[in-house]
């Protein structure tokens, strides 16, 4: 059993769409988490929550939404997609909320605006 | 500044020779740290956590913690060719920043 998974795995796309990335872990973890990989390798966090709450919400564009339905579950939609938007995106989770749980990554979801 | 900074590589060593890879990072508030692989094309996979000052080992690996310095490292004892990969420091503390990894070669 996958520990945590997202969909889709590959997701191509033209500018001005609006896309979904769904996430789901099996762990029991509390703690949930967006990262975007950009072409650099660079990992930097996109957004937190903790038992369904926003906790962490860095600088990412409005366009960006995330939303869990309940803690094992976090998705992240997208509007009005940009080229720049082109990247992987990670689905993470971890027991708590602290930094200092160790966080379990998802598979990747790479998108590819054209 | 970048919040952490890690040499990008590539590091290439010899199959059995002693891998050691470095990090340094910014926030003295930082309470954890962690060492996480990468294969290119997977997602990041965690090797090791430390939060204390010292030394920490578990198998190959070994991770050394000076919170004085602001110095994280990863040492792979023996390393064998499965071993390449990309290497990810990261430090949290009242946030959360990955480095930009070191690309590690094993020549057999």
């Known amino acids: 059993d996958t520990a945590v998974s997202q969909t889709p795995k590959y997701l191509v796309t033209q500018m001005g769409n609006d896309k979904s990335i769904k996430c789901e872990q099996n762990?029991?973890?509390?703690?949930m988490y967006w990262y975007k990989q950009d072409s650099k390798k660079f990992l930097k966090i996109m957004f937190s929550?903790?038992?369904?709450?926003?906790?962490i919400n860095e600088t990412v564009p409005n366009r960006f939404s995330p939303k869990s339905p309940d803690k094992a579950h976090l998705n992240l939609h997208i509007n009005s997609l940009e080229l720049g938007d082109s990247a992987v995106y990670f689905c993470?989770?971890?027991?708590?909320?602290?930094?200092?749980?160790?966080?379990?990554f998802g598979p990747g979801t790479r998108l590819t605006v054209t | 500044q970048k919040e952490v900074e890690q040499n990008s590589g590539p590091l290439s060593v010899p199959e059995g020779a002693i891998a050691s890879l470095n990090c340094t990072y910014s926030?003295?508030?930082?309470?954890?740290f962690f060492w996480y692989r990468q294969y290119s094309g997977k997602s990041p996979e965690l090797i090791m956590s430390?939060?204390?000052?010292g030394d920490k080992e578990d198998g190959r690996f070994t991770a050394q913690l000076n919170k004085a310095s602001q110095y994280v490292s990863l040492l792979i004892r023996d390393s064998q060719p499965s071993d390449s990969a990309t290497y990810l420091c990261?430090?949290?503390?009242?946030?959360?920043?990955f480095g930009t990894g070191t690309s590690l070669t094993v020549i057999p």
């Open positions: 993470a989770s971890s027991w708590g909320a602290s930094g200092s749980y160790e966080q379990y």
């Open positions: 926030d003295r508030g930082s309470q954890s």
């Open positions: 762990l029991g973890h509390d703690t």
């Open positions: 990261a430090v949290t503390g009242n946030q959360f920043y």
């Open positions: 430390i939060y204390s000052n």
């Open positions: 929550y903790n038992n369904k709450e926003l906790i």
